[in-house]
Nanobody
Framework: QLVESGGGLVQAGGSLRLSCAAS????????MGWFRQAPGKEREFVAA????????FYADSVKGRFTISRDNAKNTVYLQMNSLKPEDTAVYYC????????????????WGQGTQVTVSS
């Protein structure tokens, strides 16, 4: 089970840190990813991180503003979001997969329920 937290309402230029805690199974060896879905749009890739934390990958739209990290001892992955823009408004989901870093949502096996992020202008 994946449970996201940390969403909320923030002004443009502000910051939020999302967390995703995994429970009920093994966290070890899995790639963790963050996706988002705005109203009327498809779910899109945001960032992913390997089990070893050596490899990370970001969507161009968030590169330089968002940072993904994980604490394997706590079975938790984080998304630090800085310099937020109104277009970052979406429901943010964490997901996990067994294998390499991928950007396609269909490549991920387990999903959280999502947390709403709203950025006001």
């Amino acid at each position: 089970q994946l449970v996201e937290s940390g969403g909320g309402l923030v002004q443009a230029g502000g910051s939020l840190r999302l967390s995703c805690a995994a429970s009920g199974g093994t966290f070890g060896g899995y790639v963790m990813g963050w996706f988002r879905q705005a109203p009327g749009k498809e779910r899109e890739f945001v960032a992913a991180i390997s089990w070893s934390t050596i490899s990370t990958f970001y969507a161009d739209s968030v590169k330089g503003r968002f940072t993904i990290s994980r604490d394997n001892a706590k079975n938790t992955v984080y998304l630090q979001m800085n310099s937020l823009k109104p277009e970052d408004t979406a429901v943010y989901y964490c997901a996990m997969r067994d294998g390499g870093l991928r950007v396609g949502a269909t490549m991920y096996d387990y999903w959280g329920q999502g947390t709403q992020v709203t950025v006001s202008s």
